[in-house]
């Protein structure tokens, strides 16, 4: 299987990161992609999640709890390393919740 390093399914901007250039295959399309070790689903799939995931349950929940019980459970998942975190951190709220309901999606199996 070969990996395409100009695929648009992969998360180019993990590569500065430690660990940031694994091939994996996506949960969703499966596909190979290159990107963090941890990462389980592909950039196109998560483009297509994210509109999903938007109307779904930003519109059904209160925007404050919400954001309350995501970075709890941020703190607390095992899929999460430090320097996943620190990412996570800087990166702007709306796009905290998207990811955040993807890793509640992915530890409910
Ligand atoms: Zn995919």
Redesign the pocket.
């Given at each position: 299987m070969q990996t395409d390093f100009n695929s648009p399914?992969n998360w180019t901007e993990d590569s500065e990161h430690e660990n940031g250039s694994y091939q994996c295959k996506?949960?969703?399309?499966?596909?190979f992609?290159i990107g963090h070790k941890r990462r389980v689903?592909?950039?196109?799939?998560?483009t297509n999640k994210e509109d999903n995931i938007d109307i779904d349950l930003m519109s059904k929940m209160d925007k404050n709890l919400y954001i309350q019980r995501m970075k709890e459970s941020i703190e607390r998942s095992k899929f999460v390393d430090q320097n996943i975190k620190d990412l996570f951190n800087s990166m702007p709220e709306e796009k905290q919740i998207i990811l955040w309901a993807m890793l509640e999606v992915m530890s409910q199996d």
């Amino acid at each position: 299987m070969q990996t395409d390093f100009n695929s648009p399914r992969n998360w180019t901007e993990d590569s500065e990161h430690e660990n940031g250039s694994y091939q994996c295959k996506c949960c969703e399309c499966g596909e190979f992609f290159i990107g963090h070790k941890r990462r389980v689903i592909c950039k196109v799939c998560v483009t297509n999640k994210e509109d999903n995931i938007d109307i779904d349950l930003m519109s059904k929940m209160d925007k404050n709890l919400y954001i309350q019980r995501m970075k709890e459970s941020i703190e607390r998942s095992k899929f999460v390393d430090q320097n996943i975190k620190d990412l996570f951190n800087s990166m702007p709220e709306e796009k905290q919740i998207i990811l955040w309901a993807m890793l509640e999606v992915m530890s409910q199996d």
